[in-house]
Every structure is written in structure tokens, then in C-alpha cells.
């Protein structure tokens, strides 16, 4: 009687606790989900396959020589003597052909003359020339090449599109038909003044018209194969000859934002075209630079020797093609390389091509100045895979079965 009395009042003890409060029962547990396996961490994105034309390249790459790098270039006006044998002994990068190159010649001679420099080269070479139309005609100031010149850029503009297109095309045509690839044209500089030094090689209109002509030619050159140059980065504006001189921009940078580069990214917003054959391909436009010296970009060097006028280019107008000098031997760079050096200093800049006269004695330069450590080697590397890529889209290369490149002429 005892024991179960203890037990009673033990049971009541437990349920009121200490405070004498009744205690509650301990709560049910709730289900639970049933626990998750744990996801597997994600795979890794596969690596995009290699572009086989880029593997291409960089396997050329690798198979040459320094000397056979910096050759490339060298896009050089033709030497009056020893064109063929030293295509081979500086492993010239192109040709650029002058009215004394063309002059007196029949089609068919020319045409056996570019091919004797394309037979002697180890990579196909670039054969370039300036066929502005008006003041500047080195193949169709040739009687035995054309009845009469081509018409200059305003001209053209003036007779309107039709006019502007059916003459392009039959420039385009013409100079593929004689071995030419490459023509220094259209000129994308805006100038409306008749006083103007580069007037009269212009449409003669304003920003937006340049522009518009800029990219029908470039377009139209295009579509048959032919390389263009846009000329002269970044705008010529009222400046004088620099054939003979030193010439000082004095405009500022919004005259530039809003006009003369305008004509520059129309060019080069031209990529890709449909070629006869129906089939897209890719043809950039190259950009040559002037030797002004632009004061609001570089106060103190041409343009063409400016790290500053190419950042530009490259970066603030998104060019990633090949970027050209005008020619070096003009007075207009001389006193501004360091003993000499105008070659080194332009490729230090950010130019791929060289274009100079002087190429004899500038080739040895620029091969000294990476063995010397002056110049580095990656520059020479980065400006000859941007000219082996131009000579790809110009189809002067093609790729292989089995993933090489060669020469497609």
C-alpha cells in the first residue's frame, strides 16, 4: 500500500516539476523529408574546340625564322633593281607597285612581272597599289592598262551610287585580273575645303557622306577579293604635305569623335561579304596611318610612331586588323627616330607593315634590335600572325586537310 501511494505522488511530482506548474508531454517530432543526396558538383564547360585556321597560323609560326618573321613585315616599294632576288633574300612581306612599275607596260607584261615576284616568294606576297581614281592612278594613267583614268573620289560621289559602284567594280576587276590584291584606297579622310592639301584625293563631303562612300568601297572591294586600305588614320584634315615635312594637327579630340573617325569605323565595321561564288567570308580592311602629328593624342610624335594614336585605334575604335604605315621615307618621320631606327620604332608603336623604300638597310635594323633586346620578340610575333591572317582572308593562303597552310595561287 505504501510502495504504490510513493508512486502516485512520484507521477504527480513529475508532471507538475518544481513550480508546481503541470509539465507539459514532449512534443511530437515532426516527419522529415527524407534527406537528399547531395547534388554532384557541376562538370567543367568542355573547352571550345581549337579554330583549326588559328592552329594553322600559329604552327607557320613556330616554323619560322626570325628573319623570315620580320621579312613579313616589310610591305616595300618595288626596287628598280633586284625586285625578284629580294623577295627571297629579305623575305618581303609584299609589293607595292608605282607609276614608273606600270608605266608603258602592257597587261600581259605586268602580269608576268607580278607573277615572277610571286614565284620567288616562300609565302604569297601582298602586290598593293595606290588606285585612288583622279590625282592618284598609278595602273590607269597606263594607256595599255585602261582608255582613260579612273575618276577621282568627289567625282564619282557626285554622279551618285550607280556610278560609284560600276566603276569599283570595274577597278576591282582590273587590278585582280593583273595580279594586284591589295589597293591603298578608299580615302577616308573628310575635307571640304578646295585648299585643303588632301582635297582634291577626297569626296570632298562631309563626315557622314565620307563615311558612307568609305563603306560602299570598302564593301564593293571587297566582294571581289581586292584588300583595302583605309587611309590616312586619324584624318587628315587641313594639314600640309608630309612628303616634304613635319605637319602639326592642331584640332581637338571632339573634331575627331565627331567627324574624322566617323568615315575609319565605317570602313571597318565591313567585315564580312558575300564573294561572287556565294560563299560569306571574312575580308577585313587594313588601316594606314598618317605622319601628322596629332597634338591631342601624341604631342610629340607622327602618328605612325605613336604607342597612343594605335591604343586609340585598337582599343577606343575596336580594330583588331592589320594597321600599316605610311611610307617611311618620307621627311616627315626621319628626324624623329633614334639613330635611325624609324622601322624598330614603328612596330615598338603598333604597326604590322612597314611600308618604306628604305627596306635594305631597315630589315637588319629591326632583326638587331630583338636580338639586342631593344625590340621584343612577341611584337614581331603578334604583327606577323596579324599579316598571315590578311593573307588568309585574302585567300593568298588556304588550309589543308591536314590543318596546314599553303600557298593557294
Not at 571574312?282 to 601624341?298: F, Y
Request: charged residues 25%; contains cysteine.
Amino acid at each position: 500500500m505504501k510502495r504504490r501511494l510513493f508512486a502516485a505522488l512520484l507521477f504527480l511530482f513529475l508532471l507538475t516539476g518544481c513550480g508546481g506548474e503541470m509539465v507539459p508531454p514532449p512534443p511530437e517530432e515532426p516527419d522529415l523529408p527524407p534527406a537528399e543526396t547531395p547534388e554532384a558538383p557541376p562538370e567543367e564547360e568542355p573547352e571550345p574546340p581549337e579554330d583549326p585556321e588559328e592552329a594553322a597560323l600559329l604552327a607557320l609560326l613556330e616554323g619560322m625564322t626570325l628573319e623570315e618573321k620580320v621579312g613579313q613585315l616589310f610591305f616595300v616599294r618595288v626596287p628598280a633593281e633586284n625586285a625578284v632576288e629580294d623577295v627571297m633574300t629579305y623575305h618581303l612581306g609584299g609589293y607595292l607597285l608605282f607609276g614608273r612599275d606600270t608605266q608603258g607596260k602592257t597587261a600581259n607584261e605586268l602580269i608576268q612581272t607580278i607573277a615572277s615576284y610571286q614565284a620567288a616568294a616562300e609565302l604569297p606576297l601582298l602586290i598593293g597599289v595606290d588606285e585612288e581614281g583622279g590625282t592618284v592612278v598609278r595602273v590607269s594613267s597606263n594607256p595599255h592598262l585602261r582608255s582613260k583614268k579612273f575618276s577621282s573620289p568627289g567625282k564619282l560621289w557626285k554622279q551618285g551610287l550607280d556610278a560609284l559602284l560600276r566603276e569599283t567594280r570595274e577597278k576591282s576587276i582590273l587590278l585582280k585580273s593583273l595580279g594586284f590584291n591589295v589597293n591603298l584606297a578608299p580615302v577616308a579622310d573628310v575635307s571640304t575645303n578646295p585648299r585643303d592639301f588632301i582635297y582634291d584625293r577626297t569626296t570632298g563631303m562631309d563626315a557622314e557622306e565620307t563615311a558612307d562612300y568609305t563603306a560602299r568601297v570598302t564593301e564593293a572591294q571587297s566582294f571581289y577579293g581586292l584588300g583595302s586600305v583605309l587611309k590616312h588614320f586619324p584624318g587628315y584634315g587641313n594639314n600640309k604635305d608630309t612628303h616634304t615635312g613635319v605637319a602639326v594637327d592642331e584640332r581637338s579630340m571632339e573634331t575627331f569623335l565627331e567627324q574624322d573617325f566617323l568615315p575609319f569605323q565605317a570602313g571597318i565595321a565591313v567585315e564580312e561579304t558575300v564573294w561572287p561564288s556565294g560563299e560569306l567570308r571574312r575580308l577585313r580592311p587594313a588601316v594606314l596611318v598618317s605622319h601628322n602629328i596629332v597634338n591631342c593624342m601624341d604631342p610629340n610624335l607622327p602618328a605612325s610612331l605613336s604607342p597612343e594614336v594605335h591604343r586609340i585605334l585598337r582599343e577606343d575604335l575596336g580594330f583588331d586588323g592589320v594597321v600599316m604605315t605610311d611610307d617611311l621615307a618620307m621627311d616627315a618621320v626621319r628626324v624623329y627616330a633614334a639613330d635611325g631606327n624609324v622601322a624598330v620604332m614603328s612596330i615598338q608603336a603598333g604597326n604590322d607593315l612597314v611600308v618604306t623604300t628604305d627596306y635594305r638597310t631597315q630589315i637588319p635594323r629591326v632583326i638587331q634590335a630583338v636580338k639586342d633586346g631593344a625590340l621584343e620578340e612577341e611584337a614581331v610575333d603578334v604583327a606577323f600572325l596579324r599579316v598571315l591572317r590578311w593573307k588568309l582572308e585574302l585567300g593568298l593562303l588556304e588550309r589543308t586537310e591536314e590543318g596546314t597552310l599553303r600557298y593557294a595561287l
